[in-house]
């Protein structure tokens, strides 16, 4: 690990009087060293009072058989600092190993992603003049829990989690956000037509959380209108708040149609931790040319100044950035003719910056960060614990006969303390008892038993249950057990059921 300070430049600011801050360095794979030094070479001409660790992670790591992609001295420095400015990492595809990003995100409890989407029209060729969007998007559940298993010879399943408490950091975090920096709108897209129960939580915090902050305006949007509006009209929004793989995806989508998506800079937040990347990724194919676009990271570290207090150093060189667009000095993802005047190398457009740091915009906003508002504190309510009753259980079979009332048939006489079989499901979709012949059933089946009301049962029974099933040598690749949650079923019912 390697140790070094960025001089402060007394000239520019006035880092001489502010302590240096512990930052964790990591330069990534790809474009990621190229992007780094320049980014840090702009901090450094700008006078950020950083005291730099760096560490080695992602593709090397890989590498040398280690499968998460990040070593101990890697943890031990980030526990120190609690403060990463990372570039981005090449996460191999497929495989045994785990995204580093996903895993720090979610090791580190850095639950909110920030991602400030802008246009700089008529600078950067866009098909959007007008707009400005943060994304703010849910970092540690949903599909990204990561588990994930083949259960047949036909199906594989991801788990989607979404929690109360998980919910209610993302969902307060964005007002608090809002407010914070005096947005007017938050928007919330979910698919809860379609997961009821799961995005169906995320909108009723939504609207739960969205009434104490009555000065900002609410609305919610199923993502996939939500997408097409944010993609034609982005100026509409403002704040959105979302699960985790819908801002995966649209964060790419908003930052794209601002320009380009090496324009983009994210915050990762958690309780104790923080971690700023760009949004993109390692771009393997242009890596080592010195034409990549260094703005995302440089505008996630303006992003980290902001968190730990150095606003006149984080508007220093926004504001000098913002200067260099304007002047038309362009990476090639953003050059076009007619806008851009000087077509810049990676390195060149960092000197490009430094060389009017103290220089304003002339066209484009200025920024302006007021001090002790960068760091959002978030508090959640208790969980309050509920009354929960088992009342059935869903035991998933696998069974190669794809015949549902010849299955149904060596289930119907079974009764265990009044739970009975209530339907079957295939993918889903119900075809037993009331099924269609053209519905296309995999080898993997749901068959639900329940009891007649609201009777609970004892946890035994279920097991009584599940011996009689396996000794009719029936396949239990899994469980899920029904309850009742203060008197209301927490299940679905099987589609067309
Ligand atoms: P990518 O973002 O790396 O590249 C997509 C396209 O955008 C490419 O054509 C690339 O050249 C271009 N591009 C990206 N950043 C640019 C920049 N700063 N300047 C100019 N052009 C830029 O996405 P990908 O190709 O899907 O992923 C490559 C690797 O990065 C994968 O291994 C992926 O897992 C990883 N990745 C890492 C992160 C992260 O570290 N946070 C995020 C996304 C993807």
Redo the contacts with the bound molecule.
Sequence with gaps: MSTATVAANPTLTNASTTPAVKVTIAR?????PE?MDATLRVLCAAGAALDMEEIQI?EQVYLKGNSAGIGTEAWESLRRTKLLL????????GGGVK???VTMRKVLGLYANVRPCVSYHPFVHTKHPIMDVVIVRENEEDLYAGIEHQQTDEVIQCLKLISRPGTEKIIRYAFEYARTYGRKKVTCFTKDNIMKMTDGLFHKVFDEVGAEYPEIKKEHYIVDIGAARLANTPEKFDVIVMPNLYGDILS?VAAEITG???LAGSANIGGDFAMF??????????AGKD???????LLAAVQMLVHIGQTHTAEKIHNAWLRTIEDGVH???VYATGTSKEKVGTSAFADAVIARLGLMPATLPAVRYESGKGNLKIQIAPTVQAKKELVGIDVFLHHADRNADALAAQLTDLNIAGLHLNMITNRGTSVWPNGFPETFCTDHWRCRFKTDGLTGISYQAAVDLLQKIHLRGLNIIKTENLYLINGKPSFTAGQGQ
Excluded: R
């Design positions: 990534g794979d790809g474009i990621g992007i992602g990372k570039a981005p990492i090449t996460t191999p595809q995204s580093i990003n790419d380009s998506v090496g990347e760009a949004i993109h990724g390692s771009a393997p194919d242009i034409i990549a676009n260094p703005s995302g990271l990476t090639t993802d």
